[in-house]
């Protein structure tokens, strides 16, 4: 199979602090990691695409410097949300595809995040 | 970019009865379009998709569409059972792109809901 684990799955940080989640892919090399974020009873919204051993393209409307994602390796990607506020609460997804392949995506089990 | 609609929002049916759930893309570009179910605070799960070189196709109780003349694509579920209800989400890529130039654009997602 081909399994995507994210950590944590919840997570609660206080305003003005720092949260890591980790995207990794346990069975499979990814060269190429998505990041989503999905608010209550909306769609997933694609924020960047996580390359390995490059910069991660951002959507329109993320910020950069606010969402740092790192991809390390090829079974590993992480995305830091910085000085989280109250807004920044929500589901955030990742998934990842086999490399050199380019359909199927498989998507990690999420992380709640809630900022209070 | 790539846009895709997705209707309805909120789909109600009998036990036993069919659903439908329509969605239309933007970019004759894409060739691959997924569909996936999402229960509450889960992540997505592939449950069928078709590429672009075929019109239909089917796995049990599960079929989807795709007119590419008019660009869009339908999810049909026959013989419907409580455990289908769920948020039912379209996407769109461009398969054949590896990298991040094939990443998913969603459809704003359905809820469905199969009553006894």
């Known amino acids: 199979g081909a399994v995507v684990s994210q950590h944590p799955s919840r997570v609660i940080c206080k305003s003005g602090t720092s949260v890591k989640i980790e995207c990794r892919s346990l069975?499979?090399?990814?060269?190429?990691m998505f990041w989503y974020r999905q608010f209550p009873k909306q769609s997933l919204m694609l924020m960047a695409t996580s390359n390995e051993g490059s910069k991660a393209t951002y959507e329109q409307g993320v910020e950069k410097d606010k969402f740092l994602i790192n991809h390390a390796s090829l079974t590993l990607s992480t995305l830091t949300v910085t000085s989280a506020h109250p807004e920044d609460s929500s589901f955030y997804i990742c998934?990842?595809?086999?490399?050199?392949?380019?359909?199927?995506?498989?998507f990690g089990q999420g992380t709640r995040l809630t900022v209070v | 970019g790539e846009n895709v609609e997705q209707h309805p929002s909120t789909l109600s049916v009998q036990e036993g009865d069919s659903a439908v759930i329509k969605c239309t893309y933007s970019d004759s570009a894409s060739n691959y379009f997924p569909w996936y179910k999402q229960e509450l605070g889960k992540r997505p799960q592939l449950i069928i998709d078709?590429?672009?070189?075929?019109g239909e196709k089917k796995d049990q109780r599960i079929a989807v569409t795709l007119n590419k003349t008019a660009k869009h694509f339908s999810l049909h579920i026959t013989e419907t059972q409580p455990e289908d209800s769920a948020v039912y989400f379209c996407a769109a890529s461009k398969g054949g792109v590896t990298g991040g130039g094939n990443k998913l654009t969603f459809g704003t997602g359905t809820q469905l809901k199969v009553e006894l």
């Open positions: 069975d499979f090399q990814a060269t190429t």
């Open positions: 078709i590429r672009s070189n075929v």
């Open positions: 998934s990842a595809r086999r490399a050199g392949e380019s359909t199927e995506a498989f």
